[in-house]
């Protein structure tokens, strides 16, 4: 059998058209290995928790997918109701505040006993 020759033009010879249909299986290939790295990567974030929803299972890319969907959704709700109790933890101590401004106020103005003011004070504070 005779060798065979593969002639390879040049770049310059080529038409846009046809280095566009060369390059484009790499261009694909080189993206579906970025989405299959993120994918993986995804996995190892989140194996505890595919663990505790499927354990012993191999994953398809897809259920990688809907689990972490899924989990973000969950830690946004999550982040929603501390965000939601820290904003009514400040407005409880917002209005405490105020009320206890309101009440000094009131003590300065008014002729009380001194050891009932004192109590009273220290009450407040606790």
Do not use: W
Not at 26 to 47: A, G, H, P, T, Y
């Amino acid at each position: 059998m005779a060798p065979s020759t593969v002639i390879m033009e040049p770049d310059n010879l080529l038409t846009p058209k046809e280095k566009n249909k060369l390059r484009k299986p790499v261009v694909e290939k080189m993206r579906r290995d970025r989405i299959n790295s993120s994918i993986e990567q995804l996995k190892l974030l989140l194996e505890k928790e595919f663990q505790r929803h499927q354990p012993n299972s191999k994953l398809e890319k897809a259920d990688i997918l809907e689990m972490t969907v899924s989990y973000l959704k969950q830690q946004s709700q999550l982040q929603m109701k501390r965000s939601f109790h820290k904003s009514s933890q400040f407005d409880f101590r917002e209005g405490y505040s105020r009320c206890l401004q309101e009440a000094f106020h009131f003590l300065s103005l008014h002729k009380v006993r001194t050891e009932t003011q004192t109590k009273l004070l220290s009450h407040f504070q606790k």
